[in-house]
């Protein structure tokens, strides 16, 4: 199994970000995907989740109106479109799906 998570970087407050998860080693469309986030000095918090589907979309409060959570199971891949982004955005960026996690993308906004 492996989730492979790209599309970080620094980025202006206001900005986008588009963070993609590539997955496989299993059968993607049967699970929930989540995102989740750590910043420095932090625990890992819950971003965003969608069901195997693509419906069941849930986001944190912090985040509601200003990402999206997508999939496409024909690519075994889940998305996280970031608009804007503010700078406690900033963190490491994880991609879940059942017991397994990328090793993460870094997402920085700052001017």
């Known amino acids: 199994v492996q989730l492979v998570e790209s599309g970080g970087g620094l980025v202006q407050p206001g900005g986008s970000l588009r963070l993609s998860c590539a997955a496989s080693?299993?059968?993607?469309?049967?699970?929930?995907m989540r995102w989740y986030r750590q910043a420095p000095g932090k625990e890992r918090e819950f971003v965003a989740t969608?069901?195997?589907?693509?419906?069941?979309?849930y986001y944190a409060d912090s985040v509601k109106g200003r990402f999206t959570i997508s999939r496409d199971n024909g690519k075994n891949m889940v998305y996280l479109e970031m608009n804007s982004l503010k700078p406690e955005d900033t963190a490491v960026y994880y991609c879940?799906?059942?017991?397994?996690w990328g090793q993460g993308t870094q997402v920085t906004v700052s001017s």
């Open positions: 879940n799906g059942d017991a397994y």
């Open positions: 969608i069901g195997g589907s693509g419906g069941g979309k």
């Open positions: 080693g299993f059968t993607f469309s049967r699970y929930t």
